[in-house]
């Protein structure tokens, strides 16, 4: 068992990780290190993967926090395990030490931030609709009331679909330009009315907007590069029943 585990300089001296699917227990769609209880996998494959990840980051089998994904703004500020049922929401934040803050992606963009000098850490999951939405804004308000200086967090964006394999529809240009009309810049022409999507960069200019002192992406296409990453989009094209998900996790 080998894991391949990312990291960024914007995180310096905070222990995270981007894990790719490298090192995991299961199988044929799902071969590799999927996450995602959620899917259609073996529920033991999964917890042994989430085992294996959570061992790497030094934290208990169930030191992972994670929260039922719905593509919102809504964070959530983590005191300590969240029971069940799992809160809604795509953004998690605390200072509380030993708690891994976890998202989980398939293409959208995993976020992880942090401001080590207040000890306070944030992580989201952001797809366009997120995005849009603002939960890397609500993300880093919810650090800043705990404390938090805007200038001093760090964040980065780990494995997302790039712009490259991201065609989408005129109604994302639409939603995204009808209060931002500089937010054009992100999208580039298509086949017909298609546009190409530059979720990272369009991430990273809204990090920057809401003040954070160093925003970066790891420069990883999940849909390009099958060997190290599942893709929702990929599969969708492969005529695929389901697929994994990566996760990323960040910890004090």
Same mark, same amino acid.
């Given at each position: ?39 259609? @996998? ?31 703004? @809504? ?166 029943? @389901? ?10």
């Amino acid at each position: 068992m080998t894991l391949d585990i990312l990291t960024s300089d914007a995180l310096e001296g905070v222990r995270h990780g981007f894990f790719t699917r490298a090192g995991g227990a299961s199988s044929g769609i799902f071969e590799g290190l999927n996450c995602g209880p959620g899917s259609s @996998d073996l529920a033991e494959a999964v917890a042994i993967n989430r085992g294996r990840v959570a061992e790497a980051m030094g934290l208990p089998p169930d030191g992972l926090v994670t929260v039922h994904q719905v593509h919102s703004a @809504d964070v959530v500020t983590v005191t300590g395990p969240l029971g069940a049922p799992k809160p809604r929401a795509d953004g998690l934040v605390t200072r509380v030490p030993g708690l891994g803050l976890s998202v989980l992606t398939a293409d959208c963009q995993p976020v992880l931030m942090a401001d080590r000098e207040a000890g306070v850490i944030g992580a989201a999951h952001a797809g366009w609709r997120g995005l849009l939405a603002g939960v890397l804004e609500a993300t880093v308000d919810a650090m800043v009331a705990l404390g938090a200086d805007r200038a001093r967090i760090g964040a980065a964006i780990g494995p997302t679909i790039s712009q490259r394999a991201y065609e989408v529809g005129p109604e994302v240009f639409d939603a995204f330009t009808a209060d931002d009309p500089g937010a054009a810049m992100h999208f580039a022409p298509g086949n017909g009315d298609r546009l190409m999507f530059d979720l990272p960069g369009a991430g990273l200019a809204r990090l920057r907007a809401a003040g954070v002192g160093r925003a970066e992406w790891t420069r990883h296409c999940t849909y390009s590069d099958p060997a190290r990453f599942y893709s929702y989009r990929r599969s969708v094209h492969r005529g695929e029943a @389901d697929y994994g998900r990566l996760i990323a996790v960040i910890r004090l």
